[in-house]
């Protein structure tokens, strides 16, 4: 590439992820990364506060199934900023945020009385899932790549790429950007094979499965397989607070949460439970008596992409690391072949 400022080099790197929104207030520290992502065809959203902004950022994330970006100024607007990205990374939501930070030289550490200067990549770095500062034009390129890679990985949540001004505004001879399948994996992961013949088994043989849907149906898109999976099962889905909404609530099999009532009898009755993308939170009772029937007498099988929520609040027979949508895809063909055994007709009696 010719020589370019390290902000057109960032906005052309996150075009070639195919993000092409960017939602923040204009200021003159980086200039070079507007520029940038004017010239590689961005829209701009300009909100009236940074923490708009990154709210912003997460709900296009949540819509469109894409990773939402927003940007902030070095010192108060990052300050501005911070409350939205807790949020954010609390709700899980696909979040890069790029910020300007002062020149290299002056900061981390700060000299001492440096203008609008905090530790932007430690207070981010403590409510984020991951949080650096390019220190020369160099490393912009290898820590954009890092920052996609966290991304992507496990729970989705927020990523901070730091530029000082002088970085993000200079020009330097930038590589062309890497393509994302030579820089990190774009195979979502898959259901162990044995795993996924026991759960099929579970659900089928149940006398009456439950689906509990938490956001993670949203952030794989996996909408058309939840429903196509509660019809094999006749089974009826409840969701996290979250998840409202992954199937049409007028649906016959999707049970409202206002329901509160209900949502207790239809956790208490069914004897198998699958547990998609969902922590099982404290809006969810942690999945505990007297709001869920007794771990010993309900079958549950647990799936999610972090290993970390897998077991974590409700004991399970079946913990299943695995993209939901490719789990669900995979379920549905398995039971398709078992359709004439499933009692349906017993279970929509209940």
């Keep these: 590439m010719a020589e370019i400022s390290g902000g057109e080099y960032i906005a052309a790197a996150l075009r070639a992820e195919g993000m092409d929104t960017a939602f923040g207030i204009v200021d003159g520290t980086y200039l070079g990364f507007l520029s940038g992502l004017k010239k590689h065809n961005f829209r701009i959203v300009g909100p009236r506060h940074e923490t708009s902004a990154a709210h912003m950022a997460g709900a296009y994330a949540r819509l469109t199934g894409r990773p939402g970006l927003c940007f902030a100024s070095n010192g108060p607007g990052v300050a501005n900023i911070l409350p939205g990205l807790t ?16 020149r290299t030289g002056i900061t981390y550490p700060d000299r001492g009385g440096t203008y609008q200067y905090f530790d932007q990549v430690g207070v981010i770095g403590a409510l984020s899932k991951w949080s650096a500062s390019a220190q020369s034009f160099e490393r912009i390129p290898e820590l954009f790549r890092s920052a996609m890679r966290e991304l992507y990985r496990g729970r989705p949540g927020v990523v901070h790429l730091d530029v000082p001004e002088n970085l993000m505004n200079g020009k330097h001879d930038f590589p062309k950007p890497w393509k994302p399948g030579d820089y990190r994996s774009l195979v979502p992961a898959s259901p162990d094979p044995d795993s996924l013949e026991k759960a099929a088994g579970l659900l089928a043989n149940a006398r009456l499965p439950l689906i509990h849907a938490g956001s993670g149906i949203i952030h794989a898109g996996a909408y058309a397989e939840l429903q196509r999976l509660a019809e094999l099962l006749a089974a009826p889905v409840t969701t996290s607070w979250a998840a409202r909404g992954v199937l049409d609530e007028r649906y016959p099999l999707a049970f409202p949460m206002v329901h509160v009532e209900l949502y207790h009898k239809l956790r208490k009755d069914a004897d198998a439970i699958l547990i998609l993308g969902s922590r099982i939170g404290e809006t969810d009772w942690w999945g505990k008596e007297p709001y869920w029937r ?4 309900q079958s549950s099988i647990q799936v999610d992409i972090d290993e970390r929520s897998l077991g974590r609040n409700k004991p399970a027979e079946l913990l299943i690391k695995a993209d939901v949508k490719v789990f669900l895809q995979r379920m549905c063909e398995i039971l398709e072949s078992k359709k004439k055994k499933i009692p349906i007709k017993k279970r929509r009696a209940l």
Excluded: I
């Excluded at 949020?87 to 002062?102: C, D, H, K, L, Q």
């Excluded at 007794?294 to 007498?297: D, E, F, I, L, T």
């Design 87 to 102: 949020v954010e990374e609390a709700e899980g939501n696909r979040v890069f945020v790029v910020t300007s930070s002062r």
């Design 294 to 297: 007794a771990p010993q007498k």
